[in-house]
DNA sequence: CATATCATGTAAGAGGTTACATGATTAC
DNA sequence: GTAATCATGTAACCTCTTACATGATATG
C-alpha cells in the first residue's frame, strides 16, 4: 500500500455535500450500488462495461469518489474481505442523492475529438499524413461497431439496449463520414 | 479591471514550456492565427464558429493559454489597439510549435452524454420523465442539424466542410437513436 | 443617457488524467 | 516459483468551468 497521505498535500477531495447536487460520475457509482455492495474495482470494472462507451471513468476517480460519499454518508464500507476487498453499500442518503440526481435534467452532450481538429486545420498537413490519421482511427471505428454489433445479438434490458443503440448508430454515422471524408479530402 | 493577482494563489498558469507538446486547445489557438494576428476576444468567436461544434473552449481558457504561450516565445503581443484590443501573432516558435502539434497522432475521441447516462439508469425514472428529457434533447438536435444543413450550403474550403458534414452525420444519427428510442421505451 | 456589446482578465475549485506504490492470490 | 491479474489507494498535476470584476465604445 502506498504512503499515508501528508498532511500538507493531501489528495485534494472530491467535493461532495449534501447541499450540492452531486456529480454524474459519483452517480453512477450511487447508480451501480443499487444492485448490490460493490468494491472500487467492481464498480470500475461495471462502469466500464456499462456505460464506459460514453462517460469514461478512471479507477482514481472511483476510489476518491467513493471516498468522498463514505464521508458524505452515501455510501457505507463493509466488512473487508479476502484480498482487502472492501464493499460499498448504498444508505439511504445515498438512494435519496441518486434519485435527486436522476430527476434533473440532463446537461448537453460534450464532444472532444481531436481527429476533428486535426481535420479542421488539415491544410497544414501533407495530404497523405492527414489520411493516414483517418485511416487508422477508421479501423477503430469498424472495430467498435464489431463489437457492438456483436453485443446486441445477446439482448439486455431496454435500458442497456437503448444506450448500446447509441453507440452503433453512432459509430456507423463516423463510418459513413470517413467514406465522404477520403473522397473529399483524398486526391 | 480585476484586481492585481496575488503572489499567492495567482492563477496556476497553464502549462506550456518548450519541452512538453502543446495541449490540443492552445494549439488550436496556434492554428487561427496562422491567418493573422487576433485578439483574445477574436479567437474566442472563431474558435466557436469553427471548431465549437466539437471543441469547446471557454473565454478564461483562451486569456490564460495566450499568457502562458507568450511567457513560452510562441506567440508576441502587438500594440494595444482601440478598446484595449491586444493582438497577437504567432511566432516562429509558435508556428514550430504548432507543427510539431498537428504532426502527432490525433487521440481518441470522448464522448460525455448525460443524457445516455440518464437513459441508462432509467428504470430508477418514471417512464414519462425520461420520454420528457429524451423529447428536450431531441429539438436540440433537430435545432443544430437545420443550423449545419443551412451552413452547409453555403460553401466552404473541404477542411471546413469536412468538419461541418461530422456534424451533419452525428446529428443525424442522433435524430434516428431518437426515433428507435422513443419506440422501445416510449410505451 | 441607458443599454448592449466589445474586450480584458482574475479567482477558485471541480473534475479528470497519469504515474506510481503496494501487496495478495491465482494460474501456469 | 514466476507472471498475470486482482485490488487498494496516493501524489501530482492539468484542464476546464463558473463566477466575478472592470471599463470602453457603439446604438438607440
Redesign the interface.
Known amino acids: 500500500m502506498a504512503d499515508r497521505p501528508s498532511e500538507v498535500t493531501a489528495g485534494r477531495a472530491s467535493n461532495i455535500t449534501a447541499a450540492r447536487p452531486l456529480n ?1 460520475t459519483a ?2 457509482l450511487l ?1 451501480f450500488l ?1 444492485d448490490g455492495p460493490k468494491t472500487g474495482w467492481d464498480l470500475v470494472v461495471t462502469a466500464q462495461e ?2 464506459g ?4 471513468i478512471t479507477t482514481s476517480q472511483v476510489y476518491r469518489e467513493l471516498a468522498a460519499m463514505e464521508r458524505a454518508g452515501l455510501v457505507e464500507a463493509g466488512e473487508v474481505g479476502p484480498r482487502d476487498r472492501k464493499p460499498f453499500a448504498l444508505t439511504d442518503a445515498g438512494r435519496a442523492a ?2 435527486e440526481w ?2 434533473r ?21 501533407p495530404p497523405g ?1 492527414l489520411a493516414e ?1 483517418l485511416a ?2 477508421r479501423v ?1 471505428h469498424e472495430r467498435r461497431l464489431a463489437d457492438y454489433e456483436r453485443a446486441a445479438e445477446c439482448g439486455a ?7 448500446l ?2 453507440g452503433i ?2 459509430e ?3 463510418l ?2 470517413f467514406d ?2 477520403e473522397d ?2 483524398g486526391p
Do not use: C, Q
Not at 53 to 56: D, G, L
Not at 119 to 125: K, S
Not at 157 to 163: E, G, I, Q, R, V
Open positions: 454524474a452517480a453512477s447508480g443499487h456499462r456505460i462507451k460514453f462517460w469514461s441518486f434519485a436522476i430527476e435534467e440532463p446537461g448537453p452532450e460534450n464532444i472532444r475529438y481531436p481527429l476533428l481538429l486535426t481535420v479542421a486545420f488539415g491544410r497544414h498537413l499524413r490519421m487508422v482511427h477503430a434490458d431496454p435500458y442497456s439496449s437503448a444506450t443503440d447509441f448508430v453512432y456507423r454515422a463516423v459513413e463520414w465522404r471524408v473529399s479530402l
